[in-house]
C-alpha cells in the first residue's frame, strides 16, 4: 500500500529538486510506518489547471491536512 500526498507550493516549483530535498523525510516514513509515501510537488498555478486529471481528482477526492 502507499499514500499520495500532493505538496502544493506558493511559488513555481523544480520537481526533483523538492523531491531531492523530501527524500530523507520519506525515507524515515518508511522506515517507522511501513508505507510508502509518494509526494508530489506542485505550485498553486499547477494545482488550479484542471485540464490535467490528476489535479482534477486530487481538488475533488484530495484531503487537506
Do not use: C, T
Not at 505538496?7 to 522506515?31: S, W
Not at 498555478?45 to 475533488?60: A, K
Amino acid at each position: 500500500m502507499f499514500i499520495d500526498v500532493a505538496l502544493v507550493l506558493k511559488a513555481d516549483v523544480g520537481k526533483f529538486l523538492e523531491i531531492e530535498r523530501m527524500n530523507n523525510v520519506i525515507y524515515q516514513i518508511v522506515l517507522e510506518y511501513g508505507e510508502l509515501v509518494v509526494f508530489y510537488p506542485l505550485s498553486k498555478d499547477e494545482f488550479s489547471d484542471l485540464q490535467w486529471p490528476l489535479h482534477y481528482h486530487i481538488q475533488m477526492d484530495g484531503i487537506k491536512v
